[in-house]
């Protein structure tokens, strides 16, 4: 094929045959609020762990739907669970359990 | 010299009992003798497999601890207190107390008087060869009493005898009362009895009145007192001269088995079990598994009294009720796994269930050990840690200093913060260090209130976490991530130590008691901001003035129960205004709702238990609410705004806040 110069950025290129329903199937079951979080990042701005490493519970979720399950489990590996993103989180979502069952479900096998 | 036994037995020419039944035993002993042999066969087989699962030097400890005087004494203490007489019970409910020692306390005299009287006047039949497994039961039923020469020893014991079956009937009936109408006992929810409980249950209620019957039926051969004589004299004027007794004892007898047989399989086997459990507590020997060694203890020294079923903040909603700690021991007594790991991450922690059980089974360490079985091997990195941590700990504080590029997200090219004065000065003369804590980050409110009482006393601080610090893994070992907080906990512990501080002061009381109970700090002073605060008030350093406010103190959870720490902040908080009780306090004090502790409440749920706490806590119209802890400060501040119009004059205020004016 002729390289005209022009081409996706690897990085950015989502391939949503990859996304496995099963899995995300497996997480909203255990925690329901995978599916309301807005994608706000109040839960990034506040993270304990971020001052560390990076770590993002929002990046975690949209990963997850963009058929990335290992860039979210990078992103979340950091987490001390302290529980800041639960209390600014504006749709309460119970993230310390989310991340759990995203890190249960996601680092299986 | 010869003993006083003697001389009083010598008194007697004639003896006093004689044996009607020459052979000691009768076939109706048979259901009795068959059920007490059976659950003492299975309570011996379940205390060598228990205490062969128990780690070797745990078991060591446990053997040891039965030999230290302290200990000893202890022991007694507990098993009188809490087993028997149920003193727990009787402080905060004295009608159940009542109920609850006069089955246990008078079923347990009436055994030991029954075997006193046997070792007095047969002393020959207490031998196991000889029917000293059930003739002490039915000793009444094999002796005729010699009359006219019956001594006033004998009567003694027939007074004796008489007087606790009467205390037990009237335990026996209070609970069957309290079957219908619980909330009369003060119990507003009571435990669901599984089906080999409801068997255990009902022989337990004919037990008593069985033997009231079979004794009375017996009193004018084998003697009585008020009690037997007096029901017996009513069947004689019933029945005509001859009493036809035997079916009455059957009855005791199969309703003794029955009971027995049931006992391991139901609640009641706590009766037993709980010693065990009171020993290995006192031991001081925790549980390292949610169902393994001293957790067996445990699960089977609960009596499933349900007295943890009001306790819980939860059940604010019935509909949380299957939560409640007495169905997590049901269900991992039953090894009822999908059930047991729901349960267990739903609670808030907030430790109620434990500081209230009467004989203190831990149901929260229970499951924080069931949460660790799932979470603890799930991966997690902290390389980041030990990356930065060298840099920041030399010179004592977590802020990086100006030199240093500030990690943003992992990039480190984010701009430096301003050095503020205080942490450019050298540290290590400096004696007292603030660690604020994750939480506190989030409620700016309550650092600047400790920063201005922190001036205002004059005291030379160093504000650790200052630009931000790590997480304390409290949070972490609530979750049962025991092995990621262990990490934190040894960064953590290298920053405070190359402080050089003399004194840590925490305003966050979940931080509180970690680095009280794990991180071991050596010569380094560990205290809440409450107590802190309070010792500075008492030397003179801070001045406080008292207005005229009415102010209500929360207990946190982590604080209160978790802590010990009740008095502090009420003795600084009575000097800044008048301090109004609230309907629970201490001890009770209901959870805010906001608990780091449970996984999987949702919102909406917490909505109410806060609700429920604040409706305790207003009860003596206080103008200004009062809390030490940053979770609660915002638990409280978001349900008091979004409530109702009563609520609406309530301030919510951090206690340092208050201290400031």
Known sequence: ?109 | MTPLFQILAAQDVAPEVIDRIPSGYSHFVIPFAVGITFMLCWLLVGCVRLLAAIPRHDRLTFFKSLFIPKTIVRNLKDLFGDCLLHLKIWRRKPLLGYMHSAIAFGWFMIIVLGHIEVALFVPKRLSVTNGGLFYPIFYRYFVWMNPGHTTLRGSFFFFLMDFFLLYILSGIALAVFKRFRSIVLGMRHTTKPSLADRVALYSLWLIFPLRLLAESFTADLSGGSFLTVGVNRFWHLLFGDKLWFTPCWWAYSISLGLFFVAMPFSRYMHILTEVLWILLRNAGIKPNHPRKGVAEAEIYACSSCGLCLDACPMNVQKKNLKYSSVYFIRFLRRHNEKKISAIADKCLMCDKCHALCPVGVDAPALRRAQRATENNSLPFDYSCISAVDTGLAATGVWAPDASRPVRVNGRPDALPPDPSPQESLPDASRPVLYFAGCMTRLTPRIIKAVESVFEAAGVDYVFADREGGMCCGRPLMLAGRNDAAAKLIEANKKMIEESGCSTLVLSCPICYKIFKEEYRLEGIKVTHYTQYFNELIASGRLKVEKTDRKLVYHDPCELGRGCGVYFEPRAALGKAGTLVKASMEYDESICCGGSLGSLTLDVKDRAKIAEASLKSLTAGSPDTIVTACPLCLKTFSEAVANSGSPMNGVAVKDFAEVLRG
């Open chain 1, 1 to 109: 094929m002729v390289d005209f110069g022009f081409g996706l950025v690897p990085s950015s290129r989502i391939n949503l045959d990859l996304f496995d329903r099963e899995k995300y199937d497996k997480l909203t079951a255990i925690e329901p609020d995978a599916r309301i979080c807005i994608s706000c990042g109040s839960c990034t701005a506040v993270c304990t762990a971020g001052q560390f490493a990076h770590t993002s519970l929002r990046e975690a979720l949209d990963d997850i739907l963009n058929a990335n399950p290992d860039k979210a489990l990078e992103s979340l590996r950091s987490c001390q669970l302290c529980g800041k993103c639960a209390m600014v989180c504006p749709r309460g979502i119970n993230t310390r359990h989310l991340i759990l069952s995203i890190i249960k479900v996601y680092s299986g096998e």
